[in-house]
Nanobody, 124 residues
Framework: QVQLVETGGGLVPAGGSLRLSCAAS????????MGWFRQAPVKEREFVAA????????SYADSVKGRFTISRDNAKNTVYLQMDSLDPEDTAVYYC?????????????????WGQGTQVTVSS
């Protein structure tokens, strides 16, 4: 049974930083694309960042480029999202996701497994 568990969310003032973690279990983690998405109230789930097996293939949403960094530790079956210079617009529930087919594209529909989400709130 595949499970993804996010941790690291919380309340942070504007300009602050948070580091989210997502631990995967139930499969060999290293071969799959991992992604981060977020969903704010009354908004659709949106792509944040994704990373294939290595750092050679990373993509970010324009809204987070230069502020967020995705990374992974395949030995620990964990993917991270370092979030710096946070803005109240970044307030959302953040989800990690796993794509078993290593697809291309930013749609949330390209991912097969999801974590339960972790709340990030940025105060102004």
């Amino acid at each position: 049974q595949v499970q993804l568990v996010e941790t690291g969310g919380g309340l942070v003032p504007a300009g602050g930083s948070l580091r989210l973690s997502c631990a995967a279990s139930g499969l060999t983690f290293s071969g799959y694309r991992m992604g981060w998405f977020r969903q704010a109230p009354v908004k659709e789930r949106e792509f944040v960042a994704a990373m294939r097996r290595s750092s050679a293939s990373i993509s970010y949403a324009d809204s987070v480029k230069g502020r967020f960094t995705i990374s992974r530790d395949n030995a620990k079956n964990t993917v991270y999202l370092q979030m710096d210079s946070l803005d109240p617009e970044d307030t959302a529930v953040y989800y990690c996701a796993l794509d078993t087919l290593n697809r291309y594209g930013y749609s949330w529909g390209n991912y097969d497994y999801w974590g339960q989400g972790t709340q990030v709130t940025v105060s102004s």
